[in-house]
């Protein structure tokens, strides 16, 4: 079955047309990554799933529509109020409170022991009790992300959830992210081409339509009609299944993909020598 389903998607802010006949079969199971230029659509996308935005066409979540009982969303800036004085470990317990709500409702111990498994598996177990207001803005990032793992969703939706967070705590993340890929399907908009070496398994490329979805490959030919120009992407970590690296052979007039053994180890630009 599939776990998402759009069909001929459409979204216009008054004038602006955000999204144009989007079209994507999302398998369970998938791990997908969503790149795009700023202003292409992505966080659009990701709210017309969640039903936050208006659109026209249709999505289906695992077979039926408006099925949001199933989502997981960890948006790219939080609403919650920094100043609140709530501590990390509430903010996880949080998670339950769709659970047969009611005003003496009170978390049972096997909550509060989960709730500080999964901040132990983000890191962040020390800060329990720290105030929100004192984490850092990476600490933070992992809190919301600990939180919306709490609640054990069939598909996961995460708009940038390494945004302004060092290299080793977003490997880290992604680290996280393909164990718990074992038991949810996970889609993720980023700019963070880490992220396509190490955990990924598919990516959809979006500027307003669908570029590509394929492969966690790029090349030039993608590169250009999504952002509109061709350009030069520095890679760290696994560069050459990301951004594979070409020369121009003069004799031939040829260009050739060069493999593995031929990338630095900590870098390399992508550039087509060819004019």
Partial sequence: MNALSIQNVCVS?????????INLEIEEGAFLGILGPNGGGKSTLIKAIIGSVPYTGTIK????????????????????????????LEVC?????????????????????????????????????RSIAELSGGEF???????????KPKLLLLDEPTANIDPQSSEHIFEVLAKFNQ??????????????ASCVKSIACLNQSLIYHG??????EILTKMYGC??????HGHPHRVLPYHVHDEKTGECYEMGAEHCHEQMKRLRCMKE
């Fill in 93 to 129: 317990l949080s998670s339950n409170l769709h659970k047969k709500w009611h005003f003496f409702y009170r978390y049972t111990k096997a909550m509060q022991e989960e709730s500080m498994e999964y901040l132990e598996l983000l890191g962040i177990g020390h800060l329990a009790h």
């Fill in 13 to 21: 802010y008054a004038k602006h047309q955000a999204l144009k006949n």
């Fill in 61 to 88: 979540i695992f077979g039926k529509e408006q099925e949001y009982a199933s989502l997981g969303y960890m948006p790219q800036s939080s609403g919650l109020n920094r100043e609140f004085p709530i501590d990390a």
């Fill in 183 to 196: 038991k949810m399907t996970i889609i993720m908009v980023t700019h963070d081409l880490s992220a396509i």
């Fill in 230 to 235: 061709p350009v030069d992407l520095i890679a």
């Fill in 215 to 220: 492969e966690p490959k790029l090349n030039a």
């Fill in 141 to 151: 990032q992992k809190l919301l992300l600990a939180r919306t793992l709490l609640t």
